[in-house]
């Protein structure tokens, strides 16, 4: 709607996952410039239906306009299965690295660096190639923040119904694009990602009610990954 996009909870709590991710996005230490700020909202349907949601700005600026990772191959007749087969996790990385230097000329080592551990934290299944991006402009690329986070923390109920054991759904739920495997691709490069522990234990706290099962996700994955703690 004009320069808002929303997502509303309408199939699961993508909605509240993305505000969510978000809240945990700004507790760190990403820089503000890779960060999509999202605030709560509801969101009526046909004058009558009502879902919780969440919504945010359009961070692109006049004249700038998103190009994925998937155009960009595709543009250079790269086939990212290709770019998988016969290479470890770190060396595909790497190589897409490599590719998006020679062709935008941006070094996005540390942008993987943050990126696939945030991802693997925030349990984010739909990392695919059309939500990886760059914004292209009148003076050439710039990176995009980082974006579309709604299926996290198990936010698709009919995958994960919210009677299903937590520990069952953490055993099925798939990182992408260079690994099926979470800690695989947050592990694969050296990162700087951390996170503030005691607000994030705040922010649980203060929302525990309306979080419903997203607040033991969180704990669990911060034991999980507590190497990105501080």
């Known amino acids: 709607m004009g ?3 929303g997502k509303a909870n309408k199939f699961g709590y993508e909605g ?4 969510v991710a978000y809240e945990m996005i ?3 230490n990403i820089p503000s410039s890779l960060v999509v700020p999202y605030s709560q909202c509801n969101f009526i349907e046909n004058d009558n ?3 919780l949601g969440c919504y945010s700005e359009d961070f692109l600026l006049p004249g700038e306009s998103l190009i994925t990772l998937h155009r960009l191959l595709e543009s250079y007749g790269v086939k990212f299965e290709d770019v998988l087969r016969d290479q470890s996790t770190r060396d595909s990385i790497l190589f897409i690295v490599e590719f998006l230097h020679k062709m935008t000329g ?10 696939l551990p945030l991802d693997a934290f925030l349990l984010n299944e739909d990392r695919h190639l059309n939500n990886i991006a760059f ?6 690329y710039r990176l ?17 119904p919210l009677n299903m054991p937590i520990d069952i759904a953490l055993r099925n739920v798939k990182a992408k694009p260079f690994s099926s495997n979470f800690s695989k691709q947050a592990r694969a490069l050296e990162t700087t990602l951390q996170f503030n522990r005691s607000l994030v234990l705040q922010f649980i706290e203060e929302h ?14 911060m034991r999980r990954y507590e190497y990105l703690f501080i």
């Open 26 to 28: 700004k507790r760190s």
């Open 144 to 160: 995009c923040p980082f974006f579309d986070h709604g299926l996290s923390l198990l936010s698709d109920i009919k995958d994960y």
């Open 16 to 19: 509240l996952a993305e505000w």
């Open 49 to 51: 239906i009502e879902y």
């Open 208 to 221: 525990d009610q309306g979080l419903g099962r997203v607040s033991k996700i969180l704990k669990s994955q």
């Open 135 to 140: 914004i292209h402009g009148p003076t050439g």
């Open 3 to 5: 320069n808002i996009w």
């Open 106 to 115: 941006l070094n996005t080592l540390e942008y993987f660096s943050i990126m």
